[in-house]
């Protein structure tokens, strides 16, 4: 069973980048059983999923993000991270990381992150 | 991308009574391979999104057996057979046969 863990800034301004990282526990993130993603849920609404990442490289983003996200998998630390830029109002949300054993990689969830853009 | 309906909004359940929520897809969820991938989560008040059923109606580890999917092509349905109060909560379902996933609007099981 897999268990991950999400940090972050809290608070960021905007026109900023946001930087997540999501620490796996139960697993080993360069296995070639998982894949890692970050789903989003703005206060009070519903879900959003903003992309995945498998262990060889290959992603698949929402393309409603697709050109201000980026992931990225750092083996020595068994974490992996999300960078969102150009940051607005629009992106407060608390972010959710995830694993599983398919490309939506939405099996496990950590228990969430709250970011607040707000200058 | 795939839009997910959801009905109802919400759902008022006498405990011990049987509960079903509706997900209805703009477009068939059969993948080549034939499965529809289609599952459900349940999200309890101030707790993360958790896993219940996975490829219509298979549950996933440690979830009751009071829930069940099932369905096919475009529309699909979980049942709660005999809501408990760890039920409460909004129940999403999720779409995996196309990226990227969307998720239904969801819909919030209450307590009578």
């Known amino acids: 069973q897999l268990h991950l863990q999400e940090s972050g800034p809290g608070p960021v301004k905007p026109s900023e980048t946001l930087s997540l990282t999501c620490a796996v526990s139960?697993?080993?993130?360069?296995?070639?059983?998982?894949?890692w993603g970050w789903i989003r849920q703005p206060p009070g609404k519903g879900l959003e999923w903003i992309g995945s990442l498998y262990y060889s490289g290959t992603t698949y983003f929402n393309p409603s993000l697709k050109s201000r996200v980026a992931m990225s998998l750092d083996t020595s630390k068994n974490q992996f991270s999300l960078k969102l830029t150009s940051l607005t109002a629009a992106d407060t949300a608390v972010y959710y990381c995830?694993?599983?054993?398919?490309?939506?990689?939405?099996?496990?969830w950590g228990r969430g992150a709250l970011v607040t853009v707000s200058s | 991308e795939i839009v997910l309906t959801q009905s109802p909004l919400s759902s008022l359940v006498t405990l011990g009574q049987p509960a079903s929520i509706s997900c209805r897809s703009g477009q068939t969820l059969v993948h080549s391979g034939g499965n529809a991938y289609l599952s459900w989560l349940q999200q309890r008040p101030g707790q993360p999104p958790r896993l219940l059923i996975y490829k219509t109606s298979n549950r996933f580890s440690g979830v009751p057996d009071r829930f069940s999917g099932s369905g096919a092509g475009t529309d699909f349905t979980l049942k709660i057979s005999r809501v408990e109060p760890e039920d409460v909560g909004v129940y999403y379902c999720m779409q995996v046969t196309q990226s990227p996933v969307t998720f239904g609007g969801g819909t919030k099981v209450e307590i009578k």
């Open positions: 139960g697993g080993s993130i360069s296995s070639s059983s998982y894949h």
């Open positions: 995830a694993g599983g054993w398919g490309w939506s990689a939405s099996d496990f």
